[in-house]
């Protein structure tokens, strides 16, 4: 075995054993003193999830953190918390948004109970992590504020769509930056920092997480036509059934309304278009196919890619190594989902 195997492996059990601590305080972050709300509150934490937030914060940590010799302190753990918290939080709200009914394959909170009580178990796990975040000091705290206002201005941009001088393409990816790049770039930045990193290094990972962040829902988009529900955890085409315009559709989309498209692209928008015939499984289905195979949707996993570069650029700065390393590595994992 090479020095920088052992060392990558060492990292490896190392993080697990910090990420099973993480775990076990989002059980407690999500309980409550009745039986009732926790089951509510806990509902999407139970579901599961790659806990990728969490690890970002952990992995940056050890950039810092003494060299990555000294131990993963409570404040890194409390940390990945945060952000997972965060995350979660988002998720009870865009569910109801977006009337979706299975998430990391359970049903909708909302569903399962009432938008009310979805919307309140949302808010209830935000206030949760503001909680954590304020141990942190002054400037992280306004830091989580800003984050938690992007996430929000994303999702109202989301609904209210591109303006007329808009490009629809920036757009979305702007958009992709608020709601899900804000939120990785803060995980990053908080290992860095709670971690005594540099200056330089806090900015290098924090705009890489952003980064990953676009190509991680970029790379989504690709899924949602290509993965299963087993796999993904929600129905394939669900964004085409609410009317959601992901980035396979906007460059469909762009190229009919250039004038370039053939006859079977022409028809293949107006299915899209058709949100009525959409509510029938088979209907969707045949969209969803068509799509999943279309060239729009290989453009999109190749931005993905190119995404996903250009979040590697900003880790230039670090010093060689494992944790440069397994940056990389989870990085173009996010691309290997797609094939």
């Known amino acids: 075995m090479s020095e920088t195997a052992g060392a990558v492996d060492a990292l490896e059990e190392k993080l697990t054993e910090a990420l099973s601590r993480v775990e076990a305080r989002l059980v407690e972050e999500t309980r409550t003193a009745q039986e009732n709300t926790t089951e509510i509150v806990s509902h999407l934490r139970a579901a599961g999830g790659k806990r990728m937030r969490p690890l970002l914060v952990l992995l940056i940590s050890q950039l810092g953190n003494a060299g990555g010799d000294a131990p993963i302190s409570e404040d890194l753990i409390a940390a990945g918390v945060a952000v997972e918290l965060t995350h979660l939080a988002s998720l009870y709200h865009d569910d109801l948004m977006d009337d979706a009914t299975v998430r990391r394959g359970v049903t909708a909170a909302h569903v399962k109970w009432n ?3 979805a919307v309140m ?30 996430l929000c201005l994303g999702q109202m941009h989301d609904i209210l769509g591109p303006g007329a ?9 702007h958009v992709l930056r608020e709601k899900t790049g804000s939120l990785i770039g803060t995980a990053a930045l908080y290992g860095a920092a709670l971690s005594g990193c540099s200056p330089e290094i806090c900015t290098a990972v924090t705009a890489f997480g952003e980064d990953l962040g676009v190509a991680f829902q970029i790379a989504d988009d690709v899924l949602d036509l290509r993965s299963t529900a087993a796999v993904s955890g929600k129905t394939p085409g669900a964004d085409l059934r609410d009317g959601t315009k992901t980035l396979p559709v906007l460059l469909l989309e762009k190229s009919v309304a250039a004038g370039g498209a053939s006859d079977a692209d ?9 949100h009525e015939a959409l509510s029938a499984d088979a209907a969707l289905s045949e969209v969803v196919d068509r799509l999943a195979e279309h060239r729009v949707t290989r453009e999109t996993a190749a931005l993905a890619e ?14 060689e190594g494992a944790v440069k390393t397994a940056l990389t590595e989870f990085s173009r994992q996010q691309i290997n989902r797609l094939h």
């Open 115 to 117: 938008n009310t009580l």
């Open 121 to 150: 178990a949302g808010d209830l796990i935000f206030a949760r992590a503001s909680l954590i975040v304020s141990d942190f000091g002054r400037e992280l705290m306004k830091y989580h504020a800003r984050t938690f206002q992007r």
């Open 165 to 173: 001088t808009d490009d629809p393409i920036d757009f979305y990816l």
């Open 266 to 274: 022409r028809h293949l928008m107006k299915m899209i278009g058709d």
């Open 306 to 319: 190119t995404w996903v570069e250009r979040a590697l650029g900003h880790l230039a700065v670090l010093p």
